[in-house]
């Protein structure tokens, strides 16, 4: 079982820097992929971010590629969302997500999909101005 915590969103000016924290309780969390998803109202949610359980390989989405930057710290059992250049339209509640690997499913192929992950935290909102 894992729980995760997101923290470090508010309001910043557009152009502005956000970092998100994940923080992580569960001893398996080094074996996890993890994600950061965002969701905006009205829309669905949609990727974000995705680190490998050995921080190995991220992935991002063409609307934050350059932008934003996925890390993750596994003493502090802690993932990070660093996010610079902030535009309007990043404002949602983003998400941290956790998948468990299950060897049937390769994280490459599916980190995208929501459905890939098996554990959500509460939410984090993030607000950018223009």
């Known amino acids: 079982q894992v729980q995760l915590v997101e923290s470090g969103g508010g309001l910043v000016q557009a152009g502005g820097s956000l970092r998100l924290s994940c923080a992580a309780s569960g001893r398996a969390f080094s074996s996890y992929h993890m994600g950061w998803f965002r969701q905006a109202p009205g829309k669905d949610r949609e990727f974000v971010a995705g680190?490998?359980?050995?921080?190995?390989?991220?992935y991002y989405a063409n609307s934050v590629e350059g932008r934003f930057t996925i890390s993750r710290a596994l003493a502090k059992n802690t993932v990070y969302l660093q996010m610079n250049s902030l535009k309007p339209e990043d404002t949602a509640v983003y998400y941290c997500?956790?998948?468990?690997?299950?060897?049937?499913?390769?994280?490459?192929?599916?980190?995208?999909?929501?459905?890939?992950?098996?554990?959500w935290g509460q939410g984090t909102q993030v607000t950018v101005s223009s």
């Open positions: 680190i490998t359980w050995s921080g190995g390989s991220t």
């Open positions: 997500a956790a998948d468990r690997p299950t060897g049937s499913i390769n994280y490459s192929n599916s980190y995208s999909r929501p459905t890939t992950y098996d554990y």
